[in-house]
């Protein structure tokens, strides 16, 4: 098994959302605010070679919403899903599998684009199963007002009319029995049944935190975003997942850190810290 770095755009967002409650002198120590309060953010996706399945692991935002949209966002398209893929050697038609970890824009975008004439949406990746869980999936569908925003019927309906769409086996809280090539832990804060990966490679485990961690910034307990649906819920999960990555020596590959591609993180007398920082080169 081999996994790869795909970069697919990286963005800015507001730094005060991404932080919520802590002070702005705090968080731009580690992720500094351009003028209009902006941090830089990364679509760091993530491709799984493992025999003749090659399953990529969220899809940023995609290409097929409006300058204006894109322009809340300051996108930059230095960085985009083709150009990765191509990088590793690989397009878009040898996709099997596509796993999102939840279905927000920043992360499900790209798996649905324009057609050629523009005049509808078809999945980006022709050959590919998509899959998500039951349980999220109802929550996006019928998404509640705060999150409404973040769930764009663009991106979600076209999946199922495809006929590509695939629901993860969901019996408890981690599935190790599944039918993906890793481990799966369910956590709710971010949003409802956020799926995080946990695979093994030659004896170590690398998780790919998706917005439970989404930057090494945000590793201290109450540096919680202000997107997530439910902060107090992420506390707890934040706090069992760190001790235990802590505890075991896990890999976190960050999917939003511009900076920072992998870390590890040690137990401290204040609790979990940052321990090392890696880049893919330097373990993959």
């Not at 730094?15 to 120590?29: D, N, Q």
């Not at 523009?118 to 899959?131: Q, V």
């Amino acid at each position: 098994m081999k996994i790869h770095s795909i970069e697919a755009g990286n963005f800015k967002l507001d730094g005060g959302a991404m932080f919520g409650v802590v002070p702005k002198s705090l968080w731009t120590r580690t992720n500094p605010a351009d003028s209009n309060n902006m941090i830089d953010m990364a679509a760091r996706c993530l491709l799984i070679e493992n025999r003749d399945r090659l399953t990529l692991l969220d899809t940023g935002m995609g290409k097929k919403q409006s300058e204006k949209f894109f322009g809340y966002y300051y996108m930059d398209h230095k960085y985009d899903l083709d150009s990765s893929l191509k990088e590793k050697g690989f397009s878009r038609d040898d996709i099997t599998d596509v796993f999102l970890t939840h279905l927000h824009f920043d992360h499900c975008g790209g798996v649905i684009q324009k057609s050629s004439k523009g005049d509808f949406y078809e999945p980006a990746f022709a050959k590919a199963e998509i899959h998500t869980n039951s349980s999220h999936w109802k929550w996006a569908t019928e998404p509640n007002a705060r999150e409404k925003a973040s769930f764009l019927k663009e991106n979600i309906n076209p999946i199922e009319e495809s006929g590509q769409l695939k629901f993860i086996s969901q019996n408890s809280s981690y599935e190790k029995q599944n039918e993906m090539d890793f481990d799966i832990l369910f956590v709710d804060g971010h949003t409802e049944k956020m799926m995080i990966p946990h695979i093994h490679i030659d004896g170590k485990t690398f998780v790919y935190m998706a917005d439970l961690l989404p930057t090494a910034g945000h590793i201290p307990l109450p540096y919680v975003m202000g997107y997530d649906t439910r902060p107090l819920l992420t506390l707890g999960e934040k706090e069992k997942f760190l001790n235990e990555a802590a505890t075991k020596g896990y890999y976190l590959i960050l999917e939003h850190d511009p900076y920072n591609e992998i870390i590890t993180v040690k137990h401290t007398e204040k609790g979990v810290r940052l321990d090392k920082t890696f880049t893919f080169k330097d373990l993959l």
